[in-house]
């Protein structure tokens, strides 16, 4: 399983989640860019919002105004133009952030004689 891509507890009752409550699409929207297929370790991915639409069951409309929605939280930056998602919280809390989760650098070639 990969170590990126997870929602922490804290993003429903008191993170960002939980500032879009009352909105269920966009707390869904909001956990969906954490987790969709095409992210990656540092949260910047392409993601045409068709993608948003197809996988969470709503139309290219609602799927955008929710992707709207969580800019205005902070959760994310959306070029709808580029189709480019940035997930901020991801950047933030990525494995950039966290020498523990990252892989032990290479070990360095000897000196040539």
């Keep these: 399983m ?13 993170g960002s989640g939980a500032q879009l409550r009352g909105d269920f699409l966009s707390r869904l929207v909001g956990a969906y860019v954490f987790t969709a297929p ?8 392409c993601l045409p919002v068709e993608y948003v639409a197809t996988d969470l069951g709503c139309s290219p409309a609602a799927a955008l105004k929710s ?6 939280v902070g959760i994310c930056a959306y070029d709808r133009a580029e189709s480019l998602m940035f997930v901020r ?25």
């Design 67 to 72: 992707l709207k929605r969580c800019e205005e």
């Design 38 to 45: 095409t992210s990656n370790p540092i949260g910047l991915y």
């Design 2 to 14: 990969r170590e990126y891509g997870k929602i922490i507890p804290r993003y429903w009752q008191a």
């Design 89 to 113: 919280e991801m950047a933030r809390v990525g494995p950039a952030n966290h020498p523990a989760r990252m892989e032990p650098p290479l070990p360095q070639p000897a000196a040539a004689p």
